[in-house]
Nanobody, 118 residues
């Protein structure tokens, strides 16, 4: 499984961005798809995640501003980010996981940089 994230960039505070992440490879379905973010010197943190059944979970800091969605047919996960704040500045990584016969496998994208100016 390879993940290709896109959509990052520079935006002013209050603006919006939409991140996309496309999975390629032979795997056709995933349990969870989501987004994490990391800033230098800090641990990677969960931003939002969505299950195969459509249940979502968000970090408290992004609730009511970010929306995660997925397109299973195209193996894509999206993150719509509105009302962006300077503290949202980070490298955003997409994530997918799925069950195998013996374990849970997970994969990470390469990261897309989001910079929010004040």
């Amino acid at each position: 499984v390879q993940l290709q994230a896109s959509g990052g960039g520079l935006v002013q505070a209050g603006g919006s961005l939409r991140l996309s992440c496309v999975a390629s490879g032979s795997k056709t379905s995933f349990n969870r798809m989501g987004w994490y973010r990391q800033v230098p010197g800090k641990l990677r943190e969960l931003v939002a995640i969505i299950t195969s059944g459509g249940s979502t979970n968000y970090a408290d800091s992004v609730k009511d501003r970010f929306t995660i969605s997925r397109d299973n047919a195209n193996k894509t996960v999206y993150l719509q980010m509105n009302s962006l704040k300077p503290e949202d500045t980070a490298l955003y990584y997409c994530y997918v996981d799925f069950d195998t016969k013996y374990s849970l496998e997970d994969y990470w994208g390469q990261g897309t940089l989001v910079t929010v100016s004040s």
